[in-house]
T-cell receptor, first 114, second 113 residues
Framework: QQQVKQSPQSLIVQKGGISIINCAYE??????FPWYQQFPGKGPALLIA?????SEKKEGRFTISFNKSAKQFSLHIMDSQPGDSATYFC?????????????FGTGTKLQVIP | EAEVAQSPRYKITEKSQAVAFWCDPI?????LYWYRQILGQGPELLVQ????????DSQLPKDRFSAERLKGVDSTLKIQPAELGDSAMYLC???????????FGQGTRLTVV
């Protein structure tokens, strides 16, 4: 119920292309869906997040698409750049017992080649 | 810009020794998390504090790991005795009250030899 499934495990995209990472969840109580970007040797950093009352959120080249009925959400990186090469984690969280419970996906290692 | 501070950044310790990590969350953040991240995997929650109280330690190996947040501000995670399988990145994160983003520190890379 608390699991978040992420795919693909790794992704290679040419510079200028679109990177797409998908996540699926089971717990319909989740109500906050952040994406984190992690560079080697660093902690994850929030990239973009969405709440289930909207179907899409765009920030620069990064877009989250959210499908509540399918219990799926995805990250699209437009015009992918070599500097986007990192590991991306989706997450889902819910307030439970008065505190936030966060579940992370397994991560997608993105490599953008020139 | 406010950030989560962790120390040390790197730690090498021998098997069976004790090791401790420190975290100072963003000021005012009531929720503090300790995660373990094995290379190539996602963060795994070890323990979660709400102020000074533990609200989730279901995945903490309590025979060797302990965590405290005595005044509801900074926190210490201890491992005693360390085992080879404990080699990982230990991440601290904090968040404000409610269901919102968690801010991560740079992590402590632990190597047990």
């Amino acid at each position: 119920q608390q699991q978040v499934k992420q795919s693909p495990q790794s992704l290679i995209v040419q510079k200028g292309g679109i990177s797409i990472i998908n996540c699926a969840y089971e717990n319909t109580a989740f109500d906050y869906f952040p994406w984190y970007q992690q560079f080697p040797g660093k902690g994850p950093a929030l990239l973009i997040a969405i709440r289930p009352d909207v179907s899409e959120k765009k920030e620069g080249r990064f877009t989250i698409s959210f499908n509540k009925s399918a219990k799926q959400f995805s990250l699209h990186i437009m015009d992918s750049q070599p500097g986007d090469s990192a590991t991306y984690f989706c997450a889902a969280s819910v307030l439970s017992g008065g505190y936030q419970k966060v579940t992370f996906g397994t991560g997608t290692k993105l490599q953008v080649i020139p | 810009e406010a950030e989560v501070a962790q120390s040390p950044r790197y730690k090498i310790t021998e098997k069976s020794q004790a090791v401790a990590f420190w975290c100072d969350p963003i000021s005012g953040h009531a929720t503090l998390y300790w995660y373990r991240q094995i290379l190539g995997q996602g963060p795994e929650l070890l323990v979660q504090f709400q102020d000074e109280s533990v609200v989730d330690d279901s995945q903490l190996p309590k025979d060797r790991f302990s965590a405290e947040r005595l005044k509801g501000v900074d926190s210490t995670l201890k491992i005693q005795p360390a085992e080879l399988g404990d080699s990982a990145m230990y991440l601290c994160a904090s968040s404000a009250q409610g269901n919102t983003e968690a801010f991560f520190g740079q992590g402590t890379r632990l190597t047990v030899v």
